[in-house]
Every structure is written in structure tokens, then in C-alpha cells.
């Protein structure tokens, strides 16, 4: 397993991060927790890439961001999705799906 | 993403660089923690999960550069901070940046002076209503040899009452007459317009009005509008003086306006402005000379309106009568023909040719000037070279490095560039204040946004350029060879050689290409001086004086005051000649007539020729040579003898050797008295040394029967003083008070002296002559300093092999030769690339030569040899330390 690649696919984490986000608000180490337990260990994210995408999609207006205190009463900046963030996620999803079944669909016909 | 969002947020980062760091820091701080805190929480010890996490994670300083450097802030932050690093390295090396700041300062000063030359001159339009619409109405008339021809009332009212392509038309001339009624007389240049002219131009009027069409009609109360400077001059300024009468040339005028002190119009002077009030029932075909401009109908072209005047000449010829003892038929042979061209045009000139030759040497002399700063820093790059490598090793990117190098370079070129605009006011100032003649719009040449943004755009794009050859040669520097090579290099890589030689090759060519521009001007100049112009322009002075018929009535009473006035002038100690004439060298002559010989048939009309009035001895005191014949003599002009002279081009024209023409008869109008031809004067070149001596017939100021007129005496003449006090205020008050003795009441013009007058006709040369030669020689210095600093660098690095060479048994002169021949051969190179360049540019010039061919053998071998001596001189400088090296001390550098 060490040798497998746990990248994110390009292109992808802003999406991943906009769907972690809409189940509600959460902070950076948590974004990246939940994108490795759901993702079954698959995706590994690397901390510097994760919050320069975070100041990217707040900075789009895609989130907001507010320093909170944690339940262990630790300070962290908790990010909540906006309602364009909303809009973009729905986009981006539809937007993936399309091109992943056409990528199936590719793969399927070689067989 | 919205760009404002960016911004907004870009900007809260710039300003508030500390807190946002802070934000960042604590958030990965925080995120670290976390993950320690969960890795604890499975039974890690602190220690071992905090390491743990870095191990995993990545350390926590290199997390929070990759997270600050996200967003454009973080670019521009980059550059400041380049800037700096650049300004520092600048600051520790005073010496390097000085000689690349000044040499740039002058290379783009130079340039940016120019540039707002020609942007006052050529670029700005014209300060008046949509000037594009305004054209001037020049005519030709090939049938009279003619080129340049002035339009006439009678081609004024038709073309404004036929015209199609024209929103208006309008005459204008410019005279000088007296003004009475103010403090004192005073003889003062002014402008007649019709009502057109003013609202043409669409420049408001700061007190009262215009001229309406009423003033402009003849018989209405005459009127004035005063220019601004006469009016701060003579009024003070006194706001209420519309209304107030002056008396001009004997009439009485109401002022009805002043004019902003913005007006200008064309490049003329005047005092004030007089509506014309041409008579349109007494217009005759004839009476050419008065110049015109119109504005064209919006879209109109000037094909057009050329067009539309070629139809309504022939319909011009038929509505007005011909002048007396004329036909219709003498002015259709004439063969008028339009020769518009644009106001700007009119105003500007020829000018423009020689201004884009200065700017294309001046841009040389910035080429010249980049390619020594280039140089510079290939080897200050050199100097670096290692501590390049070793970031390199480090891990700085090639992009970094190139972007460091650029902007150091560039910080130099806009170090250059401020001060070189510090340079180009100064130099403007010095230019506007010397006023060279023949350069119209002056006042309009200053340091304005256009010039600013030219200078800027220079400077980087200089800084730009000569900071890619080492940033090129470095950025890429092979990491391995250039740490093994460390600092002891016994001599240089070929290849650094190559860069440093193209670039001096390329100062010296250059350099080469503006010496022979320069000497070409030179030549030029000696030639002209060399012409003989007819006249002597040494120690003589002229003055100018009307005497309207208001003042004295009957022309022989006139000739008597003129006399009066001459003999009191030669009455003067140190006066030894003077004469009457109505025309001054290269000032605007008075007109031309046809001469028709008796003896010659003529079916068609002769070609016009220039006219002269002048008083017995005027030739003496001209030094105008009498080449056959005699001279006129007093009975001669008060007896109304029919006497003429002629100029040797003219006599040899009509009757082919100049000494037959005495005795031949001559008139300006066949309906006139036969004139004999009693002299034959040597050739005058009156409109300026470089143009051919025009034909002139010359004839006594007081005169029966010419052209037309019964009895007529020349009521505005000059006088012609020649004397050894020339240059002394005495002489010129003393001229002025024989003129005053005789009647106190007469306004005298202003003395000056011919030599004056004449140098004006050198202006343009001597003008291009001097900036060519400024050029020349900041070429000539920047490309020697080149040229020094290469072999004195090469001298530096190989100073072990020098000592070495040397310690072996080497003689001084051995290692001398080492480095003479390499300078030699460079500029060798240089000089036949330059020799190539010259012969290819240089005929760029030729309409700025006299006489001198563009590929003048004595300039090229001159130029050549000149700059081989020097360039030989710079490398024997640092060769003399070469030779003069201790071998131990050298072995122990470094």
C-alpha cells in the first residue's frame, strides 16, 4: 500500500473540499480527516495543498472562514460553505460525472 | 471569481502582510497540532507524535511558504522584495552603478530630448479647432516658373462662393506699418485677416469679439483685435480698452477684442490684427501673394478640395477683369494650378527630415550606450558566477535567478531613465532659450505625458535588454563546472570572450557610423562657408523705415526724405558706404515681375523674376560686384531716367554673355516705358547660401511708368550700413538719430546687422551640424570606454598568466602586443562593420548636404583612422599596468 499513489486526483480537492463542506462546517485538519476516512485511505491530502486551496476557494467566495474555539478548546479556522459555493459545487459535480462515465464508457468499450 | 473580490482581499494582504502571515501560520499551526493531538490520542508519547506528524506532514515552515504564496499579492510582495535585494547590491557597488546610471541617463536624455522635439514639432496637433480640417491654400504656377504661389482676392471670393469642399476660406498677410495715438510711434509688425480667419481657427477671443462680416466689408468703421503680448506691452493689460482708438498707418482704428495669451498664429508675432476688407467689385485677376487657409467640410480630402479648385480656377479667370494692359489669356498661360497641403504642413516644413535623422542617431547613440552597460554587467555576472552556482545548487529556480538579474538590471534602467528626463529638461531648456532659427512650434516642445511614457518605455526596454545577456548567459550556469572551477580561473572561457567582443565590435561600429554622419556635416559646413554669396555679410548693419503717404504725399518728397536720411547716415565718422534697397538678404523679397526683353519675341508669358529698388552706391555698400556697365545716379532716379540693371544669371539667360546685356531694353510690362540695361550685377544668393542665386532685375527707387503705375517712389525701404563700428551700441544710435534729425516723427524698425541675418541661413545646418556632432561624440566616449573596460577587465583576470608569462622570461613589450593586438583587431571589426553601416545610412542625409557626396572619401578615411588611433590609445592604457606587472605579486592575486 505504501507505493500506491494516494493523490488527489488533479483537479479535484476543490471539488472534494466543497462536498466534505456541505455536511456541514468544519476546519482543515477535519476536511482532511473526513476526505481520508471516506475515501478509504485512497486520497492522502497533503496540508500545504489543502490550505492554499482553502484560502483560493474563500478568496472565489466559495467559503467562509471564522476562527473558532474546538471542542478540546483548540483554535481553529471552521469554514462553512456560501451559497455560491453551493451553486459551484452542484456544477462541478455534474461536470464530473459526465466526464467520468464517458471515461467508463472508454474503458468499457476496449474490453 | 469576481476580480474586485481578489483585489480587495490581494490588498488587505499587501497592507497588512504581519496579520495575514499570522492567520496563516496559526492555521497551520493549528492544523499540525491537531493531528499531533490525534496521534496521541492513539497512545503516542507528545514528542514522538509531533515527529510523527513532520515526518508525515512536512515540516511546518516549508507548509506555510506553500500556503503564503498562493494569490497575485504574493507576486507583487516577490518583486518588492527583488527590488530591494536589488537596490541593496546596487548601493554596495557605487562605482559600477554610477558609470551604467550616467551613461544610460545620457543615452535616454538624449533621446527623450528629442522625442519632445518632434512631438512638439511634428506629433501635437495644431492648438486650434479640429486643426486637421485646416489646409493651406498654396497654388502653383508652372507657366511663370513659379512653384509656390499665394492666392489673390479674386480666387478668394470665388472659391468662398463656388467652393463644395471648403466650410470656409480666408486670406491673411502679415505687414508691419505705424502705430500713433499710444506714448510713443512705434514701427510694429501686424496682421491683416479677412472676417474668416479668427473663427477658422475657433481660438475665443479673451475681451470683446471677432471680426464680423460687417467690419471686413469695405467703407465699415475700421477696427483692431490686439494680440495678448501687445496688449500686456502697450495697455498694461487694461481690460477696458475695447473701444479705445489707435491710428495705424494714418487710420484711425477701434479695438474690438484681445486675443489669449494661448493664440498663436502660425509662428508670427504680430502686434495686433486689421480686418483686410477687400473690395469684391474692385478685385482684378492679379494682385497674387496674399496667403490663404480654409477648413475643409468635415471628411473632405485634401484630393478633393484640390479637386474642387481646379474646377473653379478657369471660372475665376472669367468672373473678374484682367489687371490693366493684362488679358485673360496672359493668366491662363500663367497655367495656376492648387498645391494644398495641410496648415501643419505649412507650419512645420522640411524640418521634419532632419528631426528623424537626429532621432535615429540619437537612438545609435542609446544602443552605444546599452551595449557598454551590457557589458558591465556580463562582467560583474562574471564576478557572481559562483555564488550564482551555489544558489543554483541550493535550489533556486532559473526563473528566480533570471527575474532576480532582470530586475537589477531594470532598477539601472530606470535609474537612467529619471535622470536622463532630468537631462532631457535641462537640455530642452538650453534649446528653447537658444531658439534656433528655422524650428517652428517651439514653444510647443516641452516634457509633457507623451514624453514621460516614451522615456519610461526606453528605459525598460533598455534595462531589459542589456539585462538579458548575462541573465541568459548565467541563469543556466551548469551547477558542477562552475563550483569545480571555483575561483581560481587561469584565464577565460572562450565563450564569455565572444559576448564581450560582439558587443564592443558593435560600440565601435556604431560609434564609426555617427563620426562620419557628424563629419559629413561638417564638410557640409565648410562648403557652405566657403560659397561666395555675392554680397559681404561682415560689418554691415540694416534698418528698416516706411514712410506711409499719410506722412509725405508726393513721391519725390519722399525720395528727398530717403535721401536726406542716407546722406546723414554717411555723414556718420566710420561709416564708409551705405544705399537704399527694398530687399534684405534671405528676408522676404517684395515680389516679382516678368521681364521682357525688346529684342525677344514672346508668345507666351516670360517667367516671373525678382525685383529690386535700390538707391545709387546701395551696390557698393552690398559689395555686390558690377560686373559690366555702370551704376544708377542720383539724376538718374530724380530725373526719372529709363535705366535697369540686371543680374549676371539673368543677362546671361536672355542675351547669353552677361556683357552684351548693356545697352539691351528691358521692361516688367510690355505696355511700359523700354528701360535700358546700363549694369549687369554679379549673382546674389539672396534666399540663403545652399539655393541658387535667384534672377533679379534691379530698378531706381523713384520711377515713371512701371507696371502699370504713372509715378510711384518705394515708400518701405532698408538701408545698408557698412561700417568698422559695426557691433557698437554708438553706431546704431547714431543710425538711428540721422534717420530722426531728418523727420522725428518717423518709426524706425530695428537695427540689425546683416551677418545676423546671413547666419540664420546656416541655422539648419549648423543646427543638425551640432547636435550630429554632440551625438558623435557621446558615441565616440561611451564606445572608448567600452573599449577600455574590456581590455583593462581582461588585463585584470589574466594577471597570473601575465606573471607567469613574464616570471618565464617574457619581455613588456611581448605581453603588450598580447593585449594592443586584441584591441586592435576588435576595433578593426568594428570599424569595417561600421564602414558598411555608413555607407548603407548615411544616405539618410543627403537631403542635409551641400556639395558633399554621402560616401565623401576624406570623412570615411578621417572617421576611421580617428577612431583606430583612439580605440589603440584606450588599450594602451590598461596595458601599461599589464607591462608593468611584478610577476611574485601577480602569482600571490587571488
Known amino acids: ?111 | 471569481m469576481s476580480i474586485w473580490r481578489q483585489l480587495s482581499r490581494g490588498l488587505r494582504t499587501l497592507t497588512n502582510r504581519r496579520l495575514a502571515d499570522q492567520d496563516v501560520a496559526d492555521e497551520v499551526e493549528s492544523y499540525l497540532a491537531q493531528a499531533a493531538e490525534e496521534l496521541e490520542a492513539n497512545g503516542m508519547s507528545p514528542d514522538e507524535a509531533r515527529r510523527t506528524v513532520r515526518l508525515q506532514l512536512g515540516n511546518a515552515t516549508i507548509v506555510r511558504e506553500q500556503v503564503r504564496s498562493y494569490g497575485w499579492e504574493n507576486v507583487v510582495s516577490a518583486c518588492v522584495s527583488d527590488l530591494r535585494y536589488a537596490a541593496r547590491r546596487l548601493r554596495y557597488n557605487p562605482g559600477f552603478t554610477a558609470v551604467c546610471v550616467l551613461t544610460l541617463a545620457v543615452g535616454i536624455g538624449a533621446n527623450s530630448a528629442i522625442f519632445s522635439v518632434i512631438n512638439g514639432i511634428l506629433l501635437k496637433p495644431l492648438p486650434y479647432h479640429n486643426p486637421d480640417e485646416l489646409i493651406d491654400l498654396l497654388h502653383t504656377a508652372p507657366g511663370v516658373k513659379f512653384p509656390d504661389a499665394n492666392p489673390a482676392p479674386f480666387l478668394y471670393f470665388t472659391y468662398r462662393e463656388q467652393g463644395r469642399t471648403f466650410q470656409s476660406v480666408g486670406l491673411y498677410a502679415q505687414t508691419s506699418g505705424q502705430v500713433r495715438g499710444l506714448a510713443e510711434p512705434e514701427e510694429a509688425q501686424y496682421l491683416g485677416v479677412t472676417a474668416e480667419i479668427l473663427p477658422m481657427l475657433g481660438v475665443e477671443p479673451e475681451l470683446g469679439r471677432w471680426f464680423s462680416e460687417k467690419d471686413d466689408t469695405p467703407g465699415s468703421p475700421p477696427t483692431m483685435v490686439l494680440m495678448q503680448g501687445w496688449w500686456e506691452k502697450r495697455f498694461g493689460g487694461d481690460r477696458s480698452v475695447i473701444g479705445r482708438q489707435v491710428t495705424v498707418d494714418g487710420t484711425s482704428r477701434q479695438i474690438i477684442g484681445v486675443m489669449p495669451a494661448r493664440f498663436r498664429f502660425l509662428d508670427t508675432n504680430p502686434a495686433f490684427l486689421i480686418p483686410m476688407q477687400f473690395d469684391r467689385n474692385k478685385a482684378i485677376l492679379g494682385e497674387f501673394g496674399i496667403p490663404g487657409m480654409a477648413r475643409l467640410k468635415p471628411g473632405a480630402t485634401i484630393e478633393q478640395a484640390s479637386a474642387d479648385i481646379t474646377r473653379m480656377i478657369p471660372i475665376a479667370l472669367h468672373s473678374f477683369p484682367p489687371s490693366p494692359g493684362l488679358t485673360v489669356k496672359v493668366f491662363e498661360d500663367v497655367r495656376l494650378a492648387p498645391k494644398l497641403r495641410s496648415l501643419k504642413q505649412l507650419l512645420v516644413g522640411d524640418i521634419g527630415k532632419t528631426l528623424w535623422v537626429l532621432m535615429g542617431t540619437l537612438g545609435f547613440v542609446l544602443l552605444i550606450a546599452c551595449a557598454n552597460v551590457a557589458n558591465l554587467l556580463l562582467v560583474r555576472a562574471e564576478g557572481r558566477h559562483h555564488e550564482l552556482a551555489i544558489r543554483a545548487a541550493l535550489g533556486a529556480s532559473r526563473r528566480h535567478i533570471v527575474r532576480e538579474l532582470l530586475t537589477e538590471s531594470v532598477v539601472l534602467g530606470l535609474l537612467g531613465g529619471a535622470l536622463g528626463l532630468g537631462l532631457a529638461y535641462g537640455a530642452l531648456r538650453i534649446l528653447v532659450a537658444m531658439a534656433p532659427a528655422q524650428l517652428p512650434r517651439l514653444h510647443e516642445i516641452s516634457i509633457d505625458p507623451a514624453v514621460v511614457v516614451f522615456t519610461f518605455a526606453a528605459a525598460m526596454l533598455a534595462g531589459v535588454s542589456f539585462g538579458a545577456i548575462p541573465a541568459i548567459r548565467y541563469a543556466g550556469a551548469r551547477t558542477s563546472t562552475a563550483l569545480r572551477s571555483g575561483g581560481r580561473t587561469s584565464s577565460q572561457s572562450r565563450e564569455r570572450h565572444r559576448a564581450n567582443n560582439a558587443l564592443v565590435v558593435v560600440q565601435v561600429a556604431l560609434a564609426l557610423v555617427l563620426l562620419i554622419g557628424s563629419g559629413l556635416m561638417i564638410r557640409t559646413f565648410q562648403t557652405l562657408r566657403l560659397v561666395d554669396p555675392g554680397f559681404d555679410p561682415k560689418d554691415a548693419l540694416t534698418m528698416r523705415i516706411t514712410i506711409p503717404p499719410t506722412a509725405v504725399k508726393d513721391p519725390e518728397a519722399v525720395m528727398r526724405l530717403e535721401q536726406g536720411i542716407l546722406e546723414n547716415i554717411r555723414a556718420i565718422p566710420g561709416v564708409t558706404s551705405a544705399g537704399i534697397t527694398t530687399v534684405v538678404p534671405t528676408e522676404a523679397s517684395t515680389g516679382a515681375r516678368q521681364v521682357y526683353a525688346r529684342d525677344k519675341v514672346y508668345r507666351s508669358v516670360p517667367p516671373l523674376r525678382r525685383l529690386k529698388f535700390i538707391s545709387p552706391g546701395l551696390l557698393t555698400s552690398m559689395r555686390n560686384r558690377l560686373i559690366a556697365g555702370r551704376d544708377f545716379t542720383w539724376s538718374d532716379t530724380y530725373e526719372r531716367h529709363p535705366v535697369a540693371m540686371v543680374s549676371e544669371n539673368l543677362a546671361r539667360e536672355l542675351w547669353g554673355d552677361p556683357r552684351s546685356g548693356i545697352g539691351k531694353q528691358i521692361n516688367a510690362n510690355p505696355k511700359d516705358l523700354w528701360r535700358e540695361v546700363i549694369g549687369v550685377v554679379q549673382d546674389e544668393r539672396e534666399d540663403g547660401v545652399q539655393l541658387e542665386a535667384p534672377a533679379v532685375a534691379y530698378y531706381p527707387l523713384l520711377m515713371d511708368d512701371f507696371d502699370g503705375q504713372k509715378f510711384g517712389v518705394m515708400r518701405s525701404v532698408s538701408y545698408i550700413v557698412r561700417s568698422n563700428r559695426v557691433g557698437s551700441r554708438s553706431l546704431i544710435s547714431d543710425v538711428q538719430h540721422a534717420a530722426l534729425s531728418v523727420s522725428a516723427t518717423l518709426p524706425l524698425g530695428t537695427v540689425r546687422t546683416l551677418q545676423e541675418i546671413y547666419d540664420k541661413s546656416f541655422a539648419r545646418a549648423a543646427f543638425t551640424l551640432v547636435m550630429l556632432a554632440i551625438a558623435g561624440a557621446m558615441a565616440l566616449l561611451i564606445g572608448l570606454v567600452g573599449i577600455y573596460g574590456v581590455i583593462s577587465y581582461s588585463v585584470s583576470r589574466r594577471l597570473r598568466e601575465i606573471g607567469i608569462r613574464t616570471a618565464l622570461g617574457a619581455r613588456p613589450q611581448e605581453v603588450a602586443r598580447l593585449f594592443v593586438a586584441r584591441g586592435l583587431v576588435l576595433a578593426l571589426i568594428g570599424v569595417g562593420c561600421g564602414l558598411a553601416g555608413a555607407v548603407a545610412l548615411t544616405r539618410l542625409l543627403v537631403s542635409l548636404l551641400f556639395n558633399v557626396s554621402p560616401l565623401d572619401p576624406l570623412t570615411y578615411t578621417a572617421a576611421s583612422l580617428g577612431l583606430l588611433i583612439a580605440a589603440v590609445f584606450a588599450t594602451f592604457m590598461p596595458t601599461l599596468r599589464a607591462m608593468g606587472i611584478d610577476p611574485i605579486e601577480a602569482l600571490r592575486v587571488e
Not at chain 1, 74 to 95: E, M, W
Open chain 1, 1 to 111: 500500500m505504501d507505493d500506491a499513489n494516494t493523490d488527489v486526483i488533479q483537479g479535484t480537492l476543490d471539488m472534494l473540499i466543497l462536498k466534505t463542506l456541505s455536511l456541514g462546517p468544519m476546519h482543515g485538519f477535519g476536511i482532511a480527516r473526513r476526505i481520508e476516512q471516506i475515501s478509504q485511505g485512497v486520497f492522502k491530502i497533503n496540508p500545504g495543498s489543502l490550505l492554499t486551496a482553502l484560502q483560493r476557494l474563500e478568496r472565489g467566495g466559495w467559503l467562509d472562514g471564522e476562527w473558532c474555539v474546538t471542542e478540546n478548546s483548540r483554535r481553529a479556522k471552521v469554514y462553512k460553505l456560501t451559497r455560491a459555493g453551493k451553486r459551484q459545487l452542484n456544477d462541478q459535480t455534474v461536470d464530473w460525472s459526465r466526464r467520468v462515465s464517458a471515461i467508463s464508457r472508454l474503458l468499457k468499450t476496449e474490453a
